[in-house]
């Protein structure tokens, strides 16, 4: 869905990777282009080496940071992206997913353990972003059941959006019935997911899901 870069906080990274080389590069070439130059061809070179580690510095982070699942716990939707993800023990995932997921994310549901000690135990690694919602072992197919017993009534985006803007980006979705709030990555924006009647996601959309 369109917004999810937002959440994932990449985007700078496409800004970057734009104005390297569609902007910069054709400006160095245009000023240090000079018929008959000795060392023209090497200038050039340098240039193009350049502008291709951009790129694959860019497409790399942009692999790492892309959101391969949308997790769906307790009263929210987790964006979890291959550099976060954590295998049974504990340890990063990335690499083994730098060339796969490419497409939509995998919508999924994890829970928490009903066991008291489990569960606390539980929290505070999530608190400490090693919880179950970081690991793709975990996980279950999408429960549109327990999706719906935390889903939250349309009108309360109203609280933390302009009701106008709701009531705009809503009037898309005739089928949104509830919404429940998507975490995206540290320092990128949170998003809300709309769901309909059988707590099936309809869509992702840019409005704010708490008071920022």
């Known amino acids: 869905p369109v917004p999810l870069p937002k959440a994932t906080g990449i985007t700078h990274i496409f800004l970057m990777m734009l104005i390297i080389d569609v902007i910069l590069g054709p400006i160095l070439t245009f000023i240090i282009y000079k018929k008959g130059k000795k060392t023209l061809k090497i200038d050039l070179a340098v240039i193009i080496i350049l502008q291709l580690g951009a790129m694959l510095y860019g497409m790399y982070f942009v692999a790492q940071g892309r959101p391969s699942w949308l997790v769906q716990i307790e009263d929210r ?42 569960y606390g135990e539980q929290v505070i ?47 898309n979705y005739p089928n949104a019935k509830f919404w429940l709030p998507l975490r995206g990555a540290d320092f990128a924006e949170d998003l809300v997911v709309l769901l309909d009647e059988r707590g099936n996601v309809l869509s992702i959309v840019e409005l704010k899901p708490w008071s920022s």
Do not use: C
């Open 77 to 118: 939707v987790i964006l979890v992206s291959p550099s976060i993800a954590l295998d049974e023990k504990n340890q990063s995932i990335s690499n083994r997913f730098y060339l796969q997921h490419w497409g939509k994310p995998i919508i999924a549901s994890v829970e928490f353990s009903k066991n008291a000690k489990v």
């Open 125 to 171: 690694l999530d608190a400490m972003g090693q919880g179950v919602v970081y690991q793709p072992y975990s996980y279950q197919p999408y429960n549109t059941e327990n999706a719906l017993k935390k889903a939250k009534d349309l009108s309360g985006l109203n609280q933390y959006n302009n009701p106008n803007s709701v009531k705009e980006i809503l009037s």
